[in-house]
């Protein structure tokens, strides 16, 4: 098994969770190919995340399945914007984490 993470990406946790859910259990060559395209921000960063893991276990793509793909909360850059009678309003700007595992399939380990 080998992980890879992309620490403080410029996008929401709940925006990245919606994508990570549809590529855990696929196997590595087949959810990098669906995700190149798929029109969201953060396919893209989950598909460099899957394509790290791969090449820090020194597997090939086909061989592997991602076992577990995690996005956390990470830090939220906090904005200002002018609005009515000399008020501010927040503008938070989230940040995530995206931890991806791969591992060998069960059925071959066995």
């Given at each position: 098994?080998?992980?890879?993470?992309?620490?403080?990406?410029?996008?929401?946790?709940?925006?990245?969770?919606?994508?990570?859910?549809?590529?855990?259990?696929l196997?590595?060559?087949?959810?990098?190919?669906?995700?190149?395209?798929?029109?969201?921000?953060?396919?893209?960063?989950?598909?460099?995340?899957?394509?790290s893991?791969?090449?820090?276990?020194?597997?090939?793509?086909?061989?592997?399945?991602?076992?577990?793909?995690?996005?956390?909360?990470?830090?939220?850059?906090?904005?200002?914007?002018?609005?009515?009678?000399?008020?501010?309003?927040?503008?938070?700007?989230?940040?995530?984490?995206?931890?991806?595992?791969?591992?060998?399939?069960?059925?071959?380990?066995?």
């Amino acid at each position: 098994m080998s992980k890879a993470l992309l620490k403080f990406i410029r996008l929401s946790p709940t925006k990245a969770r919606l994508i990570a859910r549809k590529v855990q259990g696929l196997n590595a060559e087949f959810a990098m190919a669906s995700l190149s395209f798929m029109p969201n921000k953060g396919a893209k960063y989950i598909s460099n995340a899957i394509s790290s893991a791969v090449a820090n276990g020194g597997f090939e793509p086909s061989e592997v399945v991602v076992s577990s793909c995690r996005v956390d909360a990470a830090a939220v850059l906090k904005r200002f914007r002018p609005r009515a009678r000399g008020t501010a309003g927040r503008i938070r700007k989230p940040m995530s984490h995206i931890l991806v595992e791969v591992a060998k399939p069960k059925s071959e380990e066995a």
